[in-house]
């Protein structure tokens, strides 16, 4: 079965960055939309951006513009996300998401549109 792990989290300081990884296993068909997704306290899950490994450009929520970069090592099966100029209001539980194999981003950062789902991994901005 599909399995994702994340891992990267910490404590950083305003301005700061971080790496997260999502190591994803159990997929038969290599081309799905995989996604960054965030919640913080009392708040809604968002999502972050997301990218399509068969091919294509990542898309971003507003919100990160210009401080996120997804990547993708498909050898290693690993989906990054690279945080850089870190602020406050970027401290949550973050979360990669995986779609249904040989579906494209049809749901954009919509949670609906994600089958599984990673244990999440803490990032805090002081």
């Known amino acids: 079965h599909v399995q994702l792990v994340e891992s990267g989290g910490g404590s950083v300081q305003a301005g700061g960055s971080l790496r997260l990884s999502c190591v994803v296993s159990g997929y038969t068909d290599n081309t799905y939309c995989m996604g960054w997704f965030r919640q913080a306290p009392g708040k809604e899950r968002e999502g972050v951006g997301a990218?399509?490994?068969?091919?294509?450009?990542?898309f971003y929520a507003d919100s990160v513009k210009g401080r996120f970069t997804i990547s993708q090592d498909n050898a290693k099966n690993t989906l990054y996300l690279q945080m850089n100029g870190l602020e406050p209001e970027d401290t949550a539980t973050y979360y990669c998401?995986?779609?249904?194999?040989?579906?494209?981003?049809?749901?954009?950062?919509?949670?609906?549109?994600?089958?599984?789902w990673g244990q999440g991994t803490q990032v805090t901005v002081s």
């Open positions: 998401a995986a779609g249904r194999p040989g579906y494209g981003c049809y749901a954009g950062l919509q949670t609906w549109g994600y089958r599984y």
């Open positions: 990218v399509y490994t068969g091919g294509g450009s990542s």
